[in-house]
């Protein structure tokens, strides 16, 4: 069964900086698709920025385009989203998700909090 478990969320200040680790087990991560999603209390989950299965295609919202980075590294089954000049609307809990065809998995999610 394969297994997401994100990491790197916590506190930081406006304007910090923040990298999330997303660890893939389970599945053959480097076929996947990988997206980042966000979700607060009370919306829809949003999604924050997607890779393509060998990382030559990114998309982002249009929201952290130019402060967030999406990457990955398949030798090491891990996502990584490098987070910038964060803001405290980007404040929300953090999940990762590996897509192919109708097979998906989810993250437990990680809290970021954008707090002076």
């Known amino acids: 069964q394969g297994q997401l478990v994100e990491s790197g969320g916590g506190l930081v200040q406006p304007g910090g900086s923040l990298r999330l680790s997303c660890a893939a087990s389970?599945?053959?991560?480097?076929?996947?698709?990988m997206t980042w999603y966000r979700q607060t209390p009370g919306k829809e989950r949003e999604l924050v920025a997607a890779?393509?299965?060998?990382?030559?295609?990114?998309n982002y919202a249009d929201s952290v385009k130019g402060r967030f980075t999406i990457s990955r590294d398949n030798a090491k089954n891990t996502l990584y989203l490098q987070m910038n000049s964060l803001k405290p609307d980007d404040t929300a809990v953090y999940y990762c998700n590996g897509a192919l065809g109708r097979r998906s998995y989810w993250g437990q999610g990680t809290q970021v909090t954008v707090s002076s």
């Open positions: 389970g599945f053959t991560f480097s076929v996947y698709a």
């Open positions: 890779i393509s299965s060998v990382g030559g295609s990114t």
